[in-house]
Structures are given as structure tokens and as C-alpha cells.
């Protein structure tokens, strides 16, 4: 406590949290300030972190239902050559729902919704930074998801696959609408996802307690910290692909365009740039779900802690250098794609080393098979037959071969599902009772993990043989006798079995929710911060600020744990830490709840959504937003309160 | 093939179909048997690799003794034993990647170098959703010009020009070898070196659009006699019609809709945007793979094409049964 120690006295009338300020009285106190107002208008408004993600968790978890729906009318018209079930225009806006919702809909936003739940609660804040930002990422993220799907269901959905590459998305041949809803609904997930991203590296690098350096942070954050720096340079790319694409749709620049001199494989590059950083804003969360399952159903602490700390930044700066290897069949010099082949066979090495450490936890440890840990296990299983694929698929005289070919389809599911679906149906129901405030069902946890395990190798395995058997991608039919009947036959019963399974997922998480055993504050005994407050926390998160002198605070510290006094009870305020060494900086005021952001949505909105149809909505659009935006940041007060310093 | 009958039992035998006419493990031409190799050794390291993670996996959870856990308060403490055991991971993967790098290099120039001395010459022209094929020759009358399909001699190396005229599509026989995509506003290439007769069926590998599924093509790759046979007979413009009923087809065709966007060579029909019919009946398939070359497959496709292949860019133009039997016959006549 040496830093809070040197505090200067607080002006009395101020009232504070201390030793004169604690208990029943400060939490109800707390309460008060932290609540967001009743009502509609109060939901509508509401900033807390907790909220955000949590309904980001269940939208990504509706979209995922849906592209779900999609995947399984897609077995349905494939289980049988020369099926006529489904349309071959029908088809093509199937798959692109499906993969688009999916990617930008689905796993990127779950993801966030994660982090943005647990990341202020593991390092031991009130608040996310930037919290009204948070509340606009997720209306936005919202916005763009309703404009997609309401176009797919007026039918003017998109058809140009979810990589939408021109000429065939541009205005020569992607005619109507649907591209250019697609390449908005982009505009919006992005500016969700950078958002939350800025709003997530600021939390973790001035907002964690005292004492939680960077080499005492979970493993989870450090998954946070390294995805959200990856939003942050990656979205950008997207942006300006997609930017020029709509701008070549609605008034003609012609960037993609060769008879006019543009490029067609500029989409390529621009987009791949962002998309292969994507799967990995995908999967390293994931790992970072891992490393914390691990460590408390191995009960200890997580072996080669900067081992697996260095493989999250290896991964992140290397996914930076492969996105020419989704490029292989293009054309381009053959010295210059032996690089990419290296560099993605490289990026399976830190991947390896986390693999090792998790194994090696678990051989140090007293493992527990509890649902959590055998997703986990499930994981590893699965996974690794997906990073493997992804080395063979690395080489150029193997993927010319493999691209765009059922093998592929079957790779990127292993990894996805494998990789992220896995760790998060675990990571769900080990954060479930922090979400809501009781358990899961164990049995009906063991049962949907076996099936949708066991579903889950029959409906993707035989894709590997369908591929090298001739299958390529995106196609609603195939001719007879080329040895696809039967692993599709395969693959589209393992799919009803999965979705059997998820259902089965949804039906625990329903009836967990209403009559789930109630949990108490570290059901799982594990070692974070997240659990040492109640479940589900209040919505100031912690009545004190605990202090930090280990990575597993709640097994090495236990509930003598120190914490920091004098942050204000009346109003709104965070602590600041530095951002290595994580000492008491400042107090710093958070923001009140705040209906602006959700009008803020609504402008963006009109604008985006208009600008589809006139250029002109781009700067008529822009007066709303701004509006909304001074309203936003209207000064609450004009006299700043005297602000004494702590250090 | 012994290697062929490794990788099928890898692959769970009975799924993997190593004969097809479009399987990547056929392996009949240059590029496609260096495929088949070069799979084997990263099946063979991949299949190692695999097994060491999952029985280490088994093997830690089975363990049950001498736990460095929380119930001994000794949840930060590691074996000595792990350091070691990182030090020879870490270099077993490196290793085991290094060396598939390596030979994916190797393979790669293997493949290139296959490019150096071809001998024969064709353009692909991709469109939505159908090929144009054209072989070249010094002499311009020797040129030939046909679609949807391409005959190969073989063990003759043969450099493949490729170009789209639309959108992005990619050009795949795995038998043969990998893909090449066809972008509009460049020229790629694709060397083909078959090593084996046999029919074979290529199919576009990047999506094109709404018939993407439905856009292959037939290859035959023949001996050279067999080839210079089929290469003389395409020289040939199309046969005047014979009886009464090619005539009548003839007619419909140069009159009517058909010779606007189709050539058939020695006719007044030279529309040049649709595939070129000259021996349109010495073909495997019809609309590019979709339907076999049959008669009845002719009739129903000239009957309404909108049904066997949605979207392609044939529109229906209301021929009634009597002109759809006559130009099925006159159509017949185009060997």
C-alpha cells in the first residue's frame, strides 16, 4: 500500500471509499452512482461494460443460430449429387450469409463481447475506458447486423461470396444492391470493432489495480491486449477496400476496374491484409479462454507464463506477413510467394510452443474433467488437425492444389470451430455463473460436449476427401460418380448432429438461466480477479480496488487481500495505474450513462444506409452525426472539481 | 503406385477415390504426381506431429502423481524436467517445419522447372460461364478453335495461356496439375505435363458467379497420333448438311437467334461471343460439363437451357419441338 499510503488527505466533503466508507453502506452507496437509470430510456442509455457485453454475447449467439440455419440448408442441398432443393442463386446468398455473418457477425463480435465483459472485472476496474465509445460499438455492431439481414430477407441479401472479390462485386457485374450492402454492413462491423478495440487497450494499459504489471496479468488480457492491437491495424485495410469498392459502385472511380486501368487483385491484397490478421483476432482469444480453463482446472498456475506471453505477440506480428498465401493460384512471382510459404509455416511455431505449455500445465497439475476442461480437450484434438492442414496448405505446390477447395472449407473449420467455437462453448460455461449468476448443467454440459465433439468429425473430416476427391468450394451441385457422395452424405448427417448439439448448448444455457443452481463468488476456486466479486458483480464491479502481488491473486492472496481507499462514492471514478508497473497514477472521472451514443448509432445509420443508394447522403448524413457527436461530448460541468493527485 | 496406395489408407481408404477423372491424387501429370509426393511427406510429418500432442495430452491427463498444485500451495513451481522437455519440442517442430519447408521449395522448382521447354502452345479464355479454347500455330490457318474442351498429347509439355474476359475464374485439373486463376487485365499461365492417357475433367475453382458450380471442362490427353488425328479433323470447317431435317436445322441456326453469338466454322454463323460449335458433336459434355453429349441431353438443352443451367447467358428463345428435333440433328451432324 505504499503508493495509497502517500495519498494526500481528501477534502472531507468529499465522500470516499476508506475505512470510514465500507460494507453494506459504501456498496449501497456505490450502487447508486454506478446504476443506470429505470426504464427503457435507461436501457437504451446504459454504459456499463457488463451490459455491452453481454448483449453482445447473446446477438453474436443469435447470429450465430442463423448462419447455423444457413449452414444446414447448405448440407441439406449438398447431401445428394444434382440435388435441386436449393437454387443456384439462392445458393450463392446462402453461403454468403453464412460467411459473412459468421465472420464479422459471429466470431469477431463474440469475441469482444467476451473481452468487453470480463476484461475490466480480471484486472480489477469499474469500468471499461471509454464507455460511452463501448455503448456505440455495440448499437453499431447491432446496425450492421440488421442491415444484412434484413436485406436477405427482402432478398436483395449479397451473392458475391463473403470475400465479395471484384470485377464480380463491382458495377459491371455485382448488379443491383446486394454488394454494396454487404460492403456497408463491413463498414459497420469495423467501425463496432475498432472502437471496441480502442476502448479495450486503453482498460488494460491505464486501468488495471495496482501492482498487476504486465507480467502479472492473466493470460486472457494479454490475448485482449494483442487482438485489440490487431483490430486496430488491420480493420483499417478492410476500410479502405471496402471504402473503394462502394465508391467504384456509386460513382465510379474504377480502382478494381482493369478495362479502366484498375486492378482487380488491389481488392485482393487490401482485403487479405485484414482477413488472414482475422483469424487470428479469432482464434487468440480463444487461447487466451484456454490458458485460464487450464490453470484453474489444472490448479496451478499456467508453466512458461512468458512463453505463451511471447507466442500471443509472435502470432500477432506474424499474422501480418501471410496474407499472400490466400493469393497462391493469382499469378504473382514465384520468389516472392516462397516468403509467405515460410512465414505461415513459421506462425504454426508459436502456436506449438502454447500447445506445449497447456499440456505441460496439465501434466503439472491435478486436472479436473469438468465441461470447461473438456472443450479444452476437444480443443486440442481438433485444432491441431486444423494447424496442420494449415501447414500443408502453406506450401505452394500443395495449396495450388488444395485452394478453394473442399480441403479448405474443412481446414478453416477445424481451426474456427475447433480453435474458437470450442474454447468459447467452455469459456461460456466456465464464465457462465460470472454472466448470470448460476451454473450450467454439468450433465447436460457432458452430454452436448460429446455429441457436438463426435458431430462435429463427421461432418467436416470427409470435406478433406472431398476436396482432394475434386470438390472446389461454392458450388450447389456436383455431378455423380466423382467419389463426393458419400463423405458429403457424411458430412451433411454430422451436420444435423452438431446442430442437434448446439441446440442441446442453448437449451442448458435457457434452463441454467432460470433455475441453474445459484453460484457463489468463485465457484470453480480459480485464481483471477473476476472472482472475487459476486456473480453476477455489481455494477460498480468492486467496492475497494484490490491490490495485486501475483498472477493468481485469489490462491496466493486470498481474502486478506489489500486494496486501495479513496476514490470518490458520488460520482463516477476510476483509477489510473501507469502502464508497465501498473502505480497509481490518477483519479479519473467516468462517463455517466448516456442515451447519445445510441442517436449517435441512429445517424450513422441513416447516413451509411443512404449512402448506398446517393453520394450526396455522405454529406447530408453528416450533419445529424454531428450533432449527435457535440451532444455526446457536451461538457457535463464547466468548473472541474479540484483534483488532488494520489502520488 | 505405392505412394497413391499410402495416401488412400492415411485417408481412410474407402473415401479417398484415387482413379477419378478430377482427384488431386490421380497424379498423372508432372505437377500433379510432384503433388501427390510432396502430400505424402507432410502427411507423414503432420501424422507424427499429431500423434506426439495427442499422446502427450493422454498421457498428462492420466497422470496422477507428484502434482505441483494449489492443495500443496506449490501452484507456481515447475518440474525441472520442462526445460529440457521445451528445448527438444521446440526444436522437434522446428525441425519437422524446416524440413517441409525445405521440400516445398524443392517441389516448387520442380514445377517451375517443367515450364522450360514446352511445345505446345494454347490459350484459355475463361467467360461466365464457359471456356474458349485456342491452339496456336506459326501458320494462322493452323490455328484451332474450340471450347469447353482441350485435348493434350501425351508426355508433351504444353504452356497454357489464361485469360478472362469477365471476372476472376480459375482454371483446375487436378489430374494434371493445380490451379491458375483467370483475372481479367492480366495473363497467367498454366504448365501442363501429362504423363498418362485418359479422360480427365476440369472444373473452375474461383467462385464466378451463379453457374460458378456448373463450369467445367473435359480434357483428353491422348498419344501424339491420336492428338494430330483429333487436331486435323478441328482444322475442318463443319460438314454440309445432309438430309432433310439437317437442313432445316441449319436454316433455323443461321437464321435465327443461334448464329449471333455462336461460330460454326464454313457457315454464315460467326457470332463470336458464345462457344464455337464447329465440332460441337465430337465433344464429351454439353454447356461446359454440364449435361453428357447425348442427343436427348441436345434437345432438352436447346428446349430451355434457363433450366438445365439457371442464369448462364443462353436465353430461351422459343423454339418449338419441331425446329429443337432439327437443330439437334443438324447439331449432330458437327462431329
Known sequence: MTAAEKAKAPPIDVPRDGPELTGAELQRRLARTWDSPPGLIGWLSSVDHKDVGRRYIVTALLFLALAGALAIVMRLQLARPGNDMVGAARYNEIFTMHGTTMMFLFAVPVMQGMQIYLTPLMVGTRSTAFPRLNAFSYWTYLAGGCLLWVAFILNIGPDVGWFAYPPLSGPQYGIGKRADIWAQMVTFTEIAALAAAVSLVATILKQRAPGMTLARMPLFVWATLVTSLMVIFSMPSVALASGMLLSDRLVGTQFYNPVERGDALLWQHLFWFFGHPEVYIIFLPATGFISEIVATFARRSVVHYPIVVLSLVATGILAFGLWVHHMFATGLPRVGYSFYTAASIAVSVPTGLQIFCWIATLWEGRPRLEVPLLYVIGFIFTFVIGGLTGVMIAAVPLDLQLHDTYFIVAHFHYVLIGGAVFPLLGAITYWFPKLTGRMMSEGLGKVGFWMIFLGFQLAFFPMHIAGLNGMPRRVYTYPAGMGLELPNMLSSIGSLVVALAVLLFVVNMVKSVLVGKKADPNPWNAPTLEWATACPPPRYNFAHIPMIDSRTPLWDQGKRMPVVHGLRVEDRELLLTSVLAAEPDVREPSAEPSLWPFIATLAVTVMFVCSIFSPWAVLFGAVPVTIALIAWFWPKSPVPDPEPTIS | ?335
Not at chain 2, 505446345?120 to 467467360?127: E, M, P, R, S
Not at chain 2, 490427353?221 to 448438311?241: N, T
Not at chain 2, 455462336?262 to 454447356?287: E, K, V, W, Y
Not at chain 2, 429443337?324 to 440433328?329: C, H, M, Q
Open chain 2, 1 to 335: 503406385m505405392n505412394r497413391r496406395a499410402a495416401i488412400c489408407v492415411l485417408l481412410a481408404a474407402p473415401l479417398a477415390n484415387c482413379g477419378g477423372v478430377q482427384t488431386a491424387l490421380g497424379g498423372e501429370g508432372a505437377e500433379g504426381a510432384n503433388f501427390v509426393r510432396l502430400f505424402t511427406v507432410f502427411m507423414i510429418v503432420c501424422a507424427a506431429m499429431y500423434l506426439i500432442i495427442t499422446v502427450g495430452l493422454i498421457v498428462a491427463l492420466r497422470r496422477r502423481k507428484s502434482a505441483l498444485t494449489l492443495d500443496d500451495r506449490r501452484h507456481h513451481e515447475t518440474s525441472p524436467v520442462l526445460r529440457p522437455a521445451l528445448a527438444i519440442w521446440t526444436a522437434l517442430v522446428v525441425t519437422g517445419l524446416a524440413a517441409l519447408t525445405v521440400a516445398s521449395f524443392l517441389t516448387d522448382r520442380s514445377n517451375a522447372a517443367v515450364a522450360r521447354d514446352s511445345r505446345l502452345t494454347l490459350t484459355v479464355t475463361a467467360n461466365q460461364w464457359w471456356w474458349d479454347v485456342e491452339y496456336h500455330s506459326p501458320d494462322a490457318s493452323r490455328t484451332v478453335h474450340t471450347a469447353n474442351e482441350i485435348h493434350l498429347p501425351v508426355g508433351v509439355p504444353a504452356e497454357v495461356i489464361l485469360k478472362s474476359n469477365d471476372v476472376i475464374h480459375s482454371l483446375w485439373i487436378p489430374n494434371l496439375a493445380g490451379k491458375q486463376d483467370l483475372i481479367p487485365g492480366r495473363v497467367t499461365d498454366l504448365q501442363l505435363v501429362p504423363r498418362k492417357a485418359g479422360q480427365y475433367r476440369g472444373q473452375c475453382a474461383e467462385f464466378c458467379g451463379i453457374q460458378h458450380s456448373l463450369m467445367a471442362l473435359d480434357v483428353t490427353v491422348e498419344s501424339k497420333a491420336d492428338f494430330q488425328r483429333w487436331y486435323q479433323a478441328q482444322l475442318q470447317p463443319a460438314p454440309p448438311p445432309a438430309g432433310s431435317l439437317e437442313v432445316a436445322g441449319y436454316g433455323y441456326f443461321t437464321t435465327r437467334e443461334c448464329s449471333s453469338c455462336h461460330n460454326i466454322g464454313g457457315t454464315p454463323a460467326s457470332g463470336q461471343i458464345a462457344p464455337d460449335l464447329t465440332h460441337f458433336a465430337s465433344r464429351r459434355s454439353i454447356a461446359a460439363g454440364t449435361l453428357p453429349m447425348t442427343q436427348a441431353n441436345v434437345a432438352r438443352w436447346l428446349a430451355d437451357p434457363q433450366a438445365q443451367k439457371p442464369g448462364n447467358h443462353m436465353p430461351n428463345i422459343g423454339l418449338s419441338p419441331d425446329q429443337v428435333r432439327a437443330l439437334t440433328a443438324y447439331l449432330g451432324t458437327l462431329k
